[in-house]
């Protein structure tokens, strides 16, 4: 066990915690100028059937260059972030969950830093990031990956905050990513494009006033992919420029409770094989396009707006604009099913 306490310091060039088989490795960084000072790369849970854990704690700060938790097919990696100015510092890559299994929690004001960073990298890898808390703060100068080829799980909770460049859920074939951001505050900021189920099935969840903002976005992206994303509750809003549902795989996308998308344009259906289906219900509920929807261009698209839910197209709706396009509005509610009367396509 490595403890650093009070103050104290540590350097070295690389670090293992949790080295070989049957190993079990424990460092505690904790409390103010509390520091470990990696000046190569640090491995938490290394070789198979090792275990390792970090616990930064109470303003402690870990610096390294890349990081990794549960690097190797049968290792266990587990790394705590905790307390305000709480901090570990990744000035290269990330991964959680490289080839074993992974688990990263940033709360209470805790924060991580890292350039590009996998969660569920390797097949058959499993890798979980919560950040949780006012302040708590995973910042991404590069990419994200949640489910590159394993299964990878993001939840950001009670305030806390995620942001990188461009983000994959449910990257490469075979893969399962998750995303869930829940609660007032809580918010995942992509400075760049969201792919939602780009090879694989990837889910996104934003809940109970979260927030996630995003430049172009496509859910089911490439054939054999499976995306799906949910908006439900007061406040909880999904901002994206084009909005792709359906683009070659299959996509869908529910608004509930009065949650809110908006897009520059949206389409629903878009290549050949496509399937996209989006649902908007709910009184308060809405999808805000600045110009336009279309619904089924050359795939398969679905709209239904129900119970009071609200889609705005100011220049114009188009139903099977392209070669082969299937597309179907439900104003209403979708057939056998009931709606007050209260829906608007505007």
């Known amino acids: 066990m490595l403890s650093i306490a009070n103050g104290g310091s540590v350097s070295n060039g690389y670090g293992i915690v949790g080295y070989r088989a049957g190993s079990i490795g424990v460092a505690n960084v904790d409390g103010v100028n509390s520091v470990w000072a990696n000046h190569s790369s640090l491995y938490i849970g290394y070789l198979a059937e090792s275990n390792g854990t970090l616990n930064i704690t109470n303003g402690g700060s870990v610096s390294n260059l890349d990081g990794q938790v549960g690097s190797v097919a049968g290792s266990v990696g587990a790394v705590t972030v905790d307390g305000a100015n709480s901090a570990w510092i990744n000035s290269g890559n990330l991964i959680v969950g490289g080839s074993g299994i992974g688990t990263l929690s940033v709360t209470n004001g805790g924060s991580v830093s890292s350039t590009n960073a996998w969660v569920g990298s390797g097949a ?9 808390g006012a302040d708590s703060a995973w910042v991404n100068s590069g990419n994200l990956l949640i489910g590159s080829s394993g299964i990878g799980t993001l939840s950001i ?4 905050s995620v942001s990188n460049a461009k983000a994959w859920v449910g990257s490469l074939a075979g893969s399962v990513g998750t995303v869930t951001v829940d609660g ?15 090879y694989g099935t990837g889910t996104l969840s934003i809940t109970n006033g979260g927030s996630v903002s995003n430049t172009d976005d496509w859910v089911g ?5 499976v995306g799906a994303v949910a908006v439900d509750g007061a406040n909880s809003t999904w901002a994206n420029r084009n ?10 996308l529910a608004v509930t409770n009065g949650g809110s998308v908006s897009s520059d344009q949206g389409v629903i259906g878009n290549d050949a094989g496509s399937v996209g289906t989006v649902t908007i219900d709910g009184p308060d509920s809405t999808w805000i396009n600045s110009y336009s929807v279309y619904v089924g261009i050359s795939g398969t698209g679905t709209l239904t707006i129900a119970n009071g839910g609200r889609v705005a197209a ?8 392209g070669t082969g396009g299937i597309g179907t509005l439900n104003i209403g509610a979708a057939p056998g099913e009931t709606d007050p009367g209260r829906t608007r396509c505007l």
Do not use: Q
């Open 124 to 132: 058959d890898s499993v890798g979980t990031v919560t950040v949780d």
């Open 221 to 225: 992206a490439f054939a054999g992919s």
């Open 314 to 321: 100011p220049f114009f709706t188009a139903i099977g604009a």
């Open 243 to 252: 909005l792709y549902i359906g683009f070659s795989g299959a996509g869908t």
């Open 157 to 160: 909770a009670h305030g806390g």
């Open 184 to 198: 007032s505050g809580s918010k995942w900021i992509n400075s760049d494009a969201l792919v939602v189920g780009s």
